[in-house]
C-alpha cells in the first residue's frame, strides 16, 4: 500500500515553516535539502518537525491546505508544543521548539 504524506519543514537559517506534501517523504526532504525545490532553495538546510501519512493523494492535499490555515497552524502549534512538553524533544531544541511557538 502506498501512502501520501503531509509533511512540515521548519529552516535552520531563518526558522520559518514549509508545509508540503508527497508520495516519497525521504526523497522529497533530500530534494528540499538540495536546492532543488524553488520554494526552499535559499531557505536550507530544512528540518522535518512533523509529518502525517494519508492513504490517497486528495486526502494529504486536503491536509496540506488546512495546515496553511489559522486553525490548521493552531492544530500544529499545539501538536508540536504537547510533544516537547512530554518530552520527546531534547533539551537542546528549546529554541527551536521557541521559534516553532513564535513562526505558527
Given at each position: 500500500?502506498?501512502?501520501f504524506?503531509?509533511?512540515v519543514?521548519q529552516s535552520?537559517?531563518?526558522?520559518k515553516?514549509y508545509?508540503?506534501?508527497?508520495n516519497?517523504l525521504?526523497?522529497?526532504?533530500?530534494?528540499?535539502?538540495?536546492?532543488?525545490?524553488e520554494?526552499t532553495?535559499y531557505?536550507r538546510?530544512l528540518?522535518?518537525?512533523?509529518f502525517?501519512?494519508?492513504?490517497?493523494?486528495e486526502?494529504a492535499l486536503?491536509?496540506?491546505k488546512y495546515?496553511?490555515?489559522?486553525?490548521?497552524?493552531?492544530?500544529?502549534k499545539?501538536?508540536l508544543l504537547?510533544s516537547?512538553?512530554?518530552?520527546q524533544?531534547?533539551s537542546k531544541?528549546k529554541?527551536?521548539?521557541k521559534?516553532v511557538?513564535?513562526?505558527?
Amino acid at each position: 500500500m502506498n501512502f501520501f504524506y503531509t509533511y512540515v519543514l521548519q529552516s535552520l537559517k531563518d526558522n520559518k515553516l514549509y508545509y508540503g506534501f508527497t508520495n516519497n517523504l525521504k526523497s522529497r526532504i533530500e530534494q528540499h535539502n538540495k536546492g532543488k525545490v524553488e520554494s526552499t532553495k535559499y531557505r536550507r538546510p530544512l528540518k522535518l518537525i512533523y509529518f502525517e501519512g494519508c492513504l490517497n493523494k486528495e486526502d494529504a492535499l486536503r491536509r496540506e491546505k488546512y495546515f496553511k490555515t489559522h486553525y490548521g497552524k493552531l492544530f500544529l502549534k499545539k501538536r508540536l508544543l504537547n510533544s516537547y512538553s512530554t518530552g520527546q524533544v531534547s533539551s537542546k531544541n528549546k529554541t527551536f521548539n521557541k521559534s516553532v511557538k513564535d513562526n505558527i
